[in-house]
């Protein structure tokens, strides 16, 4: 078993490096990092339907779809993630178990009030403090998990909170829980830098590894091209979403235009309960990928609502 550590605070690379270890690497170990502000949802998910757009462009936060299954997590500085990788066991979720024992362990040890949440999580007297997902590749597993030590939970809710845009929609559906950081109970005041070096020092001892590893030369091309080939593209991240219709409000109460939307790109549109006469104006945004950029003006809606809510 290896232990990596990440100096990348890139969310782009550190996915990167996660795939490398899941699908170019044979042996088995973690690799520990944080990213900057970011959301980042989950393979099969909307990120219209779980992501406070607005709140993420106005706060500089990135988002971005992972390789793994499961919810939208938001990261920041203050959180720290894991992912545990190797050859898969005979079930699914024997990984969840397995990896979460080595959290629930080490907070124990620290005093604290920790245990196996209901849905793949850690909680702390009764709060979620860690998430976990996973994705599966032949025989290869990457299971991965947060870990809120000091993250800003107020922009973390925010971020996370669903639009009142969107009418229906297919797709995973995140389960929202009342989160906590790990800080708020300890006694001691600690910053994460020190606390994120504890956890290391502690899968150090559990995965019986020597020292924390330098990451394989191999690893920097192969993230590079996982960045290009998914992450950098608006088709990986928004492009791949299932189907969802969504209801923009007209101006001055004219009228709501209603739009179904899959794989980015528009099915149909019409207005309700308004707008009639701007039927063939609305006619050419079908076939149009949904994306501010490629939206000629509508008559009777704000162009200020495909800014303020378009990736």
């Given at each position: 078993m290896k232990l990596f550590l990440s100096a990348e605070?890139?969310?782009?690379?550190n996915m990167g490096l996660e795939h490398f270890f899941l699908m170019e690497w044979e042996g088995e170990g973690c690799l520990v990092y944080r990213n900057s502000p970011s959301v980042l949802i989950g393979k099969n998910q909307n990120p219209y339907r779980e992501v406070n757009i607005p709140i993420c462009k106005r706060e500089g936060i990135s988002i971005f779809r992972r390789i793994s299954g499961g919810g939208a997590v938001y990261h920041d500085f203050g959180n720290i993630n894991t992912a545990f990788f190797g050859k898969r066991g005979s079930t699914c979720c024997d990984n969840?178990?397995?990896w979460c024992e080595p959290m629930v362990i080490f907070l124990r040890d620290l005093g604290l009030d920790a245990r196996m949440?209901?849905?793949n999580a850690v909680d702390v007297a009764g709060k979620k403090v860690s998430g976990f997902a996973q994705c599966l590749k032949g025989q290869r597993f990457l299971c991965h998990a947060t870990l809120l030590f000091r993250s800003d939970l107020a922009l973390l809710n925010r971020s996370l909170e669903a639009p009142d845009f969107i009418v229906e929609a297919q797709g995973i559906s995140s389960r929202r829980s009342t989160v906590a950081n790990v800080s708020q109970?300890?006694?001691r005041p600690e910053s994460t830098e020190s606390f994120q070096q504890?956890?290391?020092e502690f899968l150090t001892c559990y995965l019986r590894c020597e020292r924390t590893s330098t990451l394989p030369e191999e690893a920097a091309?192969?993230?590079e091209l996982f960045v290009e080939s998914h992450v950098d593209l608006w088709d990986w991240n928004v492009g791949r979403s299932p189907l969802f219709t969504i209801a923009l409000p007209g101006v001055n109460g004219s009228g709501t235009l209603r739009l179904a939307v899959y794989r980015g790109r528009i099915e149909?549109?019409?207005w309700e309960k308004g707008q009639p006469a701007q039927s063939e104006s609305i006619s050419s945004?079908?076939?149009r990928p949904f994306r501010a950029d490629s939206l000629p003006p509508v008559p009777g809606l704000n162009r200020s609502v495909w800014e303020k809510l378009l990736i």
């Open positions: 605070t890139d969310p782009r690379v969840y178990r397995r949440g209901e849905v109970f300890l006694s504890k956890w290391v091309l192969s993230t149909s549109a019409k945004l079908v076939g």
